[in-house]
């Protein structure tokens, strides 16, 4: 069993549907974030929670909603997406957000699709 | 200019060649550097991290940072075919405040048999 574990790994909804993606990580980690990855395109920041607090929204649009319950678990709630939206969800942990423990470790993501 | 530069290739090599990949970056503040290696259709996974200049080998791998010039680089001797995938370069400045890794496009590596 991997470190950050991720579903569904694919997903394909109509642009009125509402999904959600899950991520549970099993490293003790106390910081989680979700990471978009388009082709040609640096990975993009999306969220990041620390102890259960998001720390960082990088201007996402609200048709994207984060919620971390707990340390271990972070979910995407999707809502009235677009085309342009489709791309390779990646969550990630890391031991902390801060000092020198910011090394993250990805799951295999979720890709997504948008039609 | 954008704080991490990464070529993203394709870069493509026969069997057993020595790798050279590289990343430049214009923060000076960065000070923690990593490499990701990410096969097609999978999460990136991490495979080297170092603090400080110099080089820091694994295995094959050696990282190597030179921050006078803002360069990093990741270099894979015996290439094998299992290699092909994309490398991925990061990095971020170490503060208790708190900072999210800056991350460059990656390059395509293929190594052929």
């Known amino acids: 069993e991997t470190g950050v574990t991720q579903t569904p790994r694919h997903l394909v909804m109509g642009m009125t549907n509402k999904k959600s993606l899950k991520c549970e990580q099993h490293l003790g980690h106390n910081a989680m974030y979700w990471y978009k990855q388009s082709a040609k395109k640096p990975l993009e920041l999306m969220f990041v929670y620390s102890l259960e607090e998001r720390v960082e929204n990088n201007s996402v649009p609200s048709r994207f909603s984060p919620e971390c319950p707990n340390s271990s678990h972070l979910f995407l709630h999707l809502h009235t997406l677009q085309p342009e939206d489709s791309a390779l969800y990646l969550c990630?942990?890391?031991?902390?957000?801060?000092?020198?423990?910011?090394?993250?470790?990805f799951g295999e993501g979720s890709w997504l699709t948008v039609v | 200019q954008k704080e991490v530069e990464q070529d993203p290739g394709p870069l493509s090599v026969p069997e057993g060649a020595i790798v050279s990949l590289n990343c430049t970056y214009s923060?000076?503040?960065?000070?923690?550097f990593m490499w990701y290696r990410q096969y097609s259709r999978k999460g990136p996974e991490l495979l080297m991290y170092t603090y400080s200049s110099g080089n820091k080998e694994d295995g094959r791998f050696t990282a190597q940072v030179d921050k006078s010039s803002k360069y990093i680089s990741l270099f894979i001797r015996d290439s094998q075919p299992s290699d092909s995938a994309t490398y991925l370069c990061?990095?971020?400045?170490?503060?208790?405040?708190?900072?999210?890794?800056?991350f460059g496009k990656g390059t395509s590596l293929l190594v052929t048999p």
């Open positions: 923060n000076s503040a960065f000070q923690y």
């Open positions: 990061a990095m971020t400045r170490i503060s208790n405040s708190g900072y999210a890794l800056n």
């Open positions: 990630a942990s890391s031991q902390s957000f801060k000092g020198t423990g910011n090394t993250i470790y």
